[in-house]
């Protein structure tokens, strides 16, 4: 048992440790995900920050009326908007909520749009602090 043991511990110490989500995604490495086109950045921004609200909105309705289908779509669309701008746990997140409209199982739904609605929060307020300078003509 004691080899056994080793052995198992050995092998988890290989495995690489996941890394956090940074908190903070600097303006250029936003800018490199849209090939270097500010204008097409802020556009995106400014959409997102209109439309996620009422994506919320939505799938906060799906739960309440048990709207599975509603849920996956309104869920996948966030899911592809969020992964725009590397927030992977927003993405995670919004995927668990599609996955249980998919499943029509949404018990849990309440609870991860809590904590969607938190790492929106997050994003939301990183993007809103994007002052990219527009280029010159």
């Known amino acids: 048992i004691h080899q056994l043991l080793q052995t198992i511990e050995t092998h988890l110490s290989q495995i690489p440790k996941q890394t956090p989500e940074p908190i903070k995604r600097s303006e250029s490495e936003l800018l490199e995900n849209f090939g270097g086109d500010q204008n097409l950045l802020l556009e995106i921004?400014?959409?997102?920050?209109?439309?996620?609200?009422?994506?919320?909105?939505?799938?906060?309705?799906?739960?309440?009326?048990?709207?599975?289908?509603?849920?996956?779509?309104?869920?996948?669309?966030?899911?592809?908007?969020?992964?725009?701008?590397?927030?992977?746990?927003?993405?995670?997140?919004?995927?668990?909520?599609?996955?249980?409209?998919?499943?029509?199982?949404?018990?849990?739904?309440?609870?991860?749009?809590?904590?969607?609605?938190?790492?929106?929060?997050?994003?939301?307020?990183e993007l809103s602090q994007i002052s990219i300078q527009k280029p010159i003509a």
């Not at 997102?48 to 309104?74: H, V």
């Not at 996955?99 to 609870?111: F, L, V, W």
């Not at 991860?112 to 790492?119: D, G, T």
């Open 45 to 125: 921004i400014r959409i997102f920050l209109e439309k996620s609200p009422q994506q919320i909105s939505n799938i906060e309705e799906a739960i309440r009326e048990q709207d599975t289908k509603m849920l996956e779509q309104t869920a996948h669309a966030l899911k592809g908007s969020v992964a725009n701008f590397g927030a992977q746990k927003a993405q995670q997140l919004a995927l668990q909520l599609e996955e249980m409209g998919r499943n029509k199982k949404t018990d849990e739904a309440p609870t991860k749009l809590a904590e969607l609605k938190s790492a929106l929060d997050d994003l939301g307020a």
